[in-house]
């Protein structure tokens, strides 16, 4: 049974930055393209960023460009999601997710969330 366990969120100002980690089982990393998504109170879950099985290849969302990097360490079975620059609507439940393709039909894994809270 593939597991997902996000840590790293948290309380930050506007303008902050907070990195959260996503520790996998290793049947879920080593197979699986990775991403993170968000859900904020009374909207869909959004894809925010992914990253492909080899690192290679990235998506980010239009809304997080430029101001959110993800990365994944394969040695340690880690994935991080690095949030600058943080606004309030970046305000969410933040996942951590596996699966064949980032895109939300191919998701296989997920984790327990973890909260983003930003104050402004």
């Known amino acids: 049974q593939a597991q997902l366990v996000e840590s790293g969120g948290g309380l930050v100002e506007a303008g902050g930055s907070l990195r959260l980690s996503c520790a996998a089982s290793?049947?879920?990393?080593?197979?699986?393209?990775m991403g993170w998504y968000r859900q904020a109170p009374g909207k869909e879950r959004e894809l925010v960023a992914g990253?492909?099985?080899?690192?290679?290849?990235?998506y980010y969302g239009d809304s997080v460009k430029g101001r959110f990097t993800i990365s994944r360490d394969n040695a340690k079975n880690t994935l991080y999601l690095q949030m600058n620059s943080l606004k309030p609507e970046d305000t969410a439940i933040y996942y951590c997710?596996?699966?064949?393709?980032?895109?939300?039909?191919?998701?296989?894994?997920w984790g327990q969330g973890t909260q983003v809270t930003v104050s402004s």
């Open positions: 290793r049947s879920a990393f080593s197979i699986n393209a």
């Open positions: 990253i492909s099985k080899g690192g290679g290849t990235y």
């Open positions: 997710a596996a699966g064949s393709r980032v895109g939300l039909p191919f998701i296989n894994y």
